[in-house]
């Protein structure tokens, strides 16, 4: 499949959907505390986006070649949860670490982004793991540009992660989108720099490491979804949608309640 070209008025659409999206994490965050249940956080999610936004939850019954359709309006991985772990009736206990992954279809767009949420008090690894990722994340980000390579993304997460002694799931990747859940480039979260695809304006598509407090190596559980780590360490993700520009990018997936980029971005030190 080649990748998707986007037009502005394209991309207008897909700005739409990213802040949907990105709406029904900022309504999820007051619910993410001790006691709810993932199966709450989805029934929240799936009524806001169907009743409210007049939108379709992706994720729902969505079923790639080799698996079984996904019975959840979002993802909710916790703790060791890679990604793709699916809602149920155990509550969230202090401690946890969730990641919320929301993709909405509105108008024929998707916008796909995800967020880590901290339940209660969480143990200094933990907040730190879920800090960092979402640093890595935007060290990615800040390498988008025309002319850049994809392979700049992955290393500039990659190095960052490692040497923050963390490990990176290379099983998954962010991917291409817009009519197209998933659809060309693949975006690693890995790489050499100056090598892959060239970046062109309105190229669109998603950067979301997954990275793991322990070793890299990951399993699928029984239910043919959810990933989790090997060794059972703490996960996180974090996920933004991101346009090629003329000039650079544009994070598609923002909202009022959105976290801020960290300092590097708001000072202006990005692709060096």
């Avoid at 080799?66 to 155990?90: A, E, F, L, M």
């Avoid at 969230?92 to 880590?116: E, F, P, Y």
Wanted: charged letters at 20%; glycine letters at 10%; a negative charge.
């Amino acid at each position: 499949m080649p990748i998707t070209i986007k037009t502005a008025a394209d991309i207008d659409g897909m700005r739409i959907a990213g802040r949907l999206a990105s709406e029904v994490l900022d309504m999820l965050t007051a619910h993410v505390k001790p006691g709810v249940t993932t199966n709450e956080l989805d029934r929240l999610a799936h009524d806001h986006i169907v009743h409210v936004q007049q939108a379709i939850p992706a994720p729902l019954n969505y079923c790639p070649p080799g698996y079984i359709p996904y019975p959840k309006s979002i993802c909710t991985s916790v703790n060791n949860q890679v990604c793709h772990g699916i809602p149920n009736d155990k509550a969230l206990k202090a401690g946890d670490i969730v990641n919320i992954d929301v993709t909405v279809i509105k108008d024929g767009w998707h916008g796909d982004t995800s967020r880590m949420f901290v339940v209660g008090d969480g143990s200094i690894a933990a907040k730190r793991l879920c800090s960092f990722t979402y640093e890595a994340m935007w060290k990615g980000i800040a390498k988008v540009k025309p002319g850049a390579r994809l392979g700049d993304i992955g290393h500039a997460i990659q190095t960052f992660a490692e040497n923050a002694g963390f490990s990176i799931v290379r099983e998954f990747c962010g991917h291409g989108i817009g009519q197209v859940f998933h659809e060309e480039p693949q975006v690693l979260h890995y790489g050499r720099p100056g090598t892959l695809d060239e970046l062109v304006p309105g190229m669109v598509f998603t950067i979301e490491p997954m990275i793991n407090a322990g070793r890299r190596e990951i399993k699928e559980l029984g239910d043919g979804w959810t990933i989790v780590t090997k060794d059972r360490s703490l996960s996180a993700q974090w996920e933004h949608t991101i346009a090629v520009t003329d000039t650079g990018y544009e994070v598609l997936t923002v909202s009022a309640g959105s976290p801020p980029p960290p300092a590097f971005i708001t000072a202006g030190v990005t692709a060096a």
